[in-house]
């Protein structure tokens, strides 16, 4: 597996932590440092992969690989919180931009799930070649996809945390989209903004057919490692029976967690704080033993 080293700051994080005990602004509790190194790695496909690794100033020989959602990117917020709690523990986090997302190579139209499972586990192999005995995986919505997809083609992962994960990408964009849409995308290589913009956005339709491809109840099955899964029962735009038949196909340790009104984004600060907090806690517990 080919990979380069982009860009090795050696930058010096702290991270501030709040004892959480009172909900008025306290003086920080606890001063935690890590070490961040930005760099990139090549794909199969030899597609440029930017990425940033950061580790406790200690070190360690614990990682979580971080996937982040669609039309977001590595610097997610939800990637930053879970980066900043799992420092505190000794865990490190690898987060990278997906294919045409962010930092990496590639024109977003491009991207298919079978891409984004590919870079998913150069990411994986790159961890271990870096001599990291412990890896979690955690994905966000598209993400949670292409990580559920990639654990069940692995049997070296101590965890897996799934954030409001796609399951089936194709049923969510025929409920999102309806016909009209459908054929509209097909004509066009175009979507409506799925995340509320006004343009737009170029996608080719042979992301549908790739999805169509890639539905992940059937793999699910094939799991080894302990999976958390977390979502809003108020999810807009990932349907609640995509969780709860995951959960199901699941045979390995897992547990289920539906937060009660929160939303696809988690917006609201109390649902945010719960979801990050489920997943940190799987990652901790499972990759610190």
């Known amino acids: 597996m080919a990979w380069r080293l982009a860009m090795a700051m050696g930058q010096l994080i702290i991270f501030t932590f709040w004892n959480g005990k009172d909900p008025r602004p306290q003086p920080p509790t606890l001063l935690q440092s890590a070490m961040e190194e930005r760099l990139s790695f090549d794909d199969p496909c ?18 979580a690989v971080l996937c982040h959602g669609f039309l977001s990117s590595k610097t997610s917020s ?17 987060c990278f931009d997906f294919f045409g997302q962010g930092d990496s190579e590639g024109p977003f139209e491009q991207i298919t799930t079978t891409l984004g499972v590919q870079q998913a586990q150069a990411a994986i192999d790159i961890m271990k070649q870096k001599g990291y005995r412990r890896i979690g995986l955690m994905g966000s919505s598209f993400g949670g996809l292409v990580s559920t997809l990639t654990a069940a083609q692995r049997t070296d992962l101590a965890c897996l945390a799934l954030k409001c994960p796609v399951v ?14 459908m054929e509209r995308w097909e004509a066009t290589d175009t979507i409506p903004n799925i995340m509320g913009g006004p ?22 099955r094939l799991i080894m490692a302990p999976t958390v899964i977390v979502q809003g029962d108020k999810d807009e735009h990932v349907p609640l029976h995509q969780s709860r038949h995951l959960y199901d196909a699941l045979q390995a340790k897992k547990h289920l967690e539906m937060l009660p009104g929160a939303d696809h984004q988690f ?23």
Not at 168 to 181: H, I, Q, S, T, V
Not at 201 to 219: E, G, N, Q, S, V
Not at 270 to 289: E, G, P, S, Y
Request: hydrophobic share 40%; aromatic share 10%.
């Open 46 to 63: 030899g597609h440029r992969v930017s990425a940033i690794l950061t580790v406790p100033d200690a070190g360690t020989d614990r990682i």
């Open 78 to 94: 939800t990637n930053n919180a879970l980066t900043r709690s799992l420092i505190d523990h000794g865990v490190g986090t690898f």
């Open 168 to 181: 089936d990408f194709a049923e969510e964009l025929r409920l999102g989209f309806g016909p009209d849409e």
């Open 199 to 220: 343009d737009r956005i170029k996608l080719r339709y042979a992301f549908y057919d790739d999805a169509m491809r890639c539905i992940a109840y059937d793999p699910a």
């Open 267 to 289: 917006t609201k600060a109390d649902d945010f704080k719960r979801m990050t907090q489920v997943i940190a806690d799987w990652l901790i517990q499972h990759l610190t033993v």
